[in-house]
């Protein structure tokens, strides 16, 4: 086993550049789903070499992990395929793909050897996988999941009336369990297909279990018995194909006077990102994020996941979203309970809601706070709830506005610590709304808004930084105290640009020689008569010196494409 750094860029799902991985060869099957089953609440991936059971030829695949099974004799992992790493490709792979030992003679790949992957991220998929003979425990499963929910079907099977190898996709519209003579519980599934290219009428197709006496009592034209069954319970709000999680282009918002309130707003995330969003009150912050979510009328280009968020019914699958105010919870109602309530609206049954709600409140460390009413809880956890209720559908933009207002530094640290374990943990790209610059620093990417001006800059907080003069390096000086006269002094120091001040701390930016200034520095602060604590010829900007620099002008702003 090994933990070592990925390319992120090799996968599909952004998936972050630490992994923890294992090697096995195909005669380890059984350790290799052992390491699965240890950590199966995590996101797991393979890269497989074997050889198709059918065709005999050399396969070699990476794909997500569905689920595994090891008993006595089976000892099987259904992977869902991602790409086919095969240099001579004659056979186009499965969706899914059964994987066993070297000398497995079932499933469809007996595997020479595989590299199981742990990219440290929870399991937030809820599709199935089951074999043909796992119809009934399907049919049970499928009956729990089904309320007012889409669910699509996969289906690997043989025709019933030749024998013939069939695949079909279409939507679940049924299912049952059926006793047939002699007493013999058997699951069937029905499956809508709808015609390619939208010509002739949709087939409702029975999914039975392979029996080698009595076949299910239906029409053996339209009959499969199943070999592969694969679901996916989300179908309904599946995303579009997109390269960014978020985006906006051009993004504007005009009240009926036709004053513009935000204008040409451009710029966007990657899946698994943390954007903070600086401003004073006043300069777009809270419109941008509302048009983003499609909650007031805009012009321009907004999607989250590649929805349109003009599409209502359909984006709000996709985000979930924390105001600022936490009143919005019920305070009679326990934490699981608001949970419980705000979860409904996106139609999920209530035993998942509780489910899901459980795993949360264990995850922010307030489980033993999941009975008691909001109203005995305290700011913090009361805003852990509220991140709660945002996360219960699984969205993959969760946007929080001015979540850390009205806390003290302690309590803004710490609430910063947790969201960055949330985004660590559930792979969540997040949009977080602050008053405060130096919050930016623990994002990947900043966008600083100007009253009247909308966004002014966009990117990195180190690549906007590198902007400053001496690419965000400057001389710090530390006084023995607070001096009125020192800013003064300092900025008709030869070289200097502008000097920066916050208590007894001054930055002095040039774009000379930084020893050089330093030296010039404090002899005048010396002819002054200004007592010099630390002089540091290297002292590095943070986001508050940015945004302090660019909202009085002293630099420009810059848009990251």
């Not at 789903?33 to 059918?54: P, S, T, Y």
């Not at 009934?136 to 079907?153: E, T």
Request: proline share 4%; aromatic share 8%.
């Amino acid at each position: 086993m090994a933990w070592k750094n990925e390319d992120a860029s090799t996968t599909t799902e952004g998936i972050p550049s630490f992994v923890e991985e294992a090697y096995y060869s195909g005669a380890r099957m059984a350790e290799a789903i052992d390491w699965c089953i240890i950590r199966n609440d995590r996101a797991l991936h393979c890269e497989v070499e074997g050889k198709l059971k059918h065709t005999g030829e050399d396969v070699r695949f990476r794909g997500r992990i569905l689920n595994f099974k090891k008993g006595v004799i089976i000892r099987r992992l259904a992977v869902l395929v991602e790409e086919d790493l095969s240099k001579k490709k004659k056979t186009e792979l499965d969706k899914v793909l059964t994987v066993g030992g070297r000398s497995s003679a079932t499933e469809d790949v007996a595997v020479s050897q595989i590299t199981v992957k742990n990219y440290l991220k929870r399991n937030l998929s809820d599709d199935m996988f089951f074999v043909g003979g796992e119809l009934q425990q399907a049919v049970k499963d499928l009956v729990k999941m089904k309320q007012n929910r889409q669910i699509l079907c996969t289906v690997w099977g043989k025709r019933a009336s030749d024998k013939l190898p069939i695949m079909i996709k279409g939507t679940l519209v049924g299912s049952s369990v059926r006793i047939l003579e002699p007493i013999l519980p058997e699951g069937f599934l029905e499956i809508r297909v709808e015609p390619e290219e939208g010509v002739g009428n949709p087939k409702i197709f029975t999914i039975a279990q392979p029996q080698l006496l009595l076949g299910p009592r239906t029409d053996p034209n339209v009959t499969i018995f199943a070999d592969k069954v694969y679901v996916q319970p989300s179908s309904w709000v599946e995303a579009a194909a997109y390269r960014d999680v978020l985006e906006c282009r051009n993004l504007t918002v005009t009240i009926k006077s036709g004053k513009k309130l935000i204008e040409n707003v451009s710029f966007s995330i990657k899946e698994g990102e943390m954007l903070a969003v600086i401003g004073e009150s006043g300069a777009g912050k809270s419109t941008t994020v509302k048009a983003l979510i499609g909650d007031i009328p805009s012009t321009g280009v907004a999607r989250i996941a590649g929805i349109d968020s003009r599409n209502a019914q359909k984006v709000r699958h996709f985000f979930g979203y924390c105001p600022q105010d936490l009143d919005y919870m019920y305070d009679t109602f326990t934490s699981l309970e608001n949970i419980i309530a705000f979860g409904k609206q996106y139609n999920i049954p209530e035993w998942q809601l509780i489910n899901e709600g459980k795993t949360l409140l264990r995850d922010f460390g307030i489980l033993e706070k999941g009975n008691q009413p909001i109203k005995e809880l305290s700011g913090g956890q009361k805003r852990r709830v509220s991140i709660a209720i945002a996360l219960v559908h699984r969205p993959k933009v969760l946007l929080m506005d001015e979540p850390t207002s009205g806390l003290d530094p302690d309590n803004r640290n710490e609430l910063w610590h947790f969201l960055d374990h949330v985004n660590n943990e559930y792979g969540t790209s997040m949009i977080v709304i602050t008053h405060y610059p130096i919050e930016a620093e623990f994002c990947d990417k900043v966008a600083v808004f100007i009253r009247g001006k909308s966004l002014v800059s966009f990117g990195k907080p180190a690549t906007l930084k590198e902007t400053m003069p001496s690419k965000g390096f400057a001389v710090g000086i530390v006084l023995e105290e607070v001096d009125p006269r020192a800013m003064k002094t300092l900025e008709k120091v030869e070289g200097a640009l502008f000097v920066l001040q916050r208590g007894e701390l001054l930055k002095v930016f040039t774009e000379e020689p930084l020893e050089v200034v330093a030296e010039r520095c404090v002899t005048a602060l010396n002819d002054k008569e200004i007592a010099v604590k630390i002089v540091k010829t290297k002292a590095v900007a943070d986001m508050v010196d940015y945004y302090i620099a660019i909202t009085r002008g002293l630099i420009s702003g810059t848009i990251e494409k």
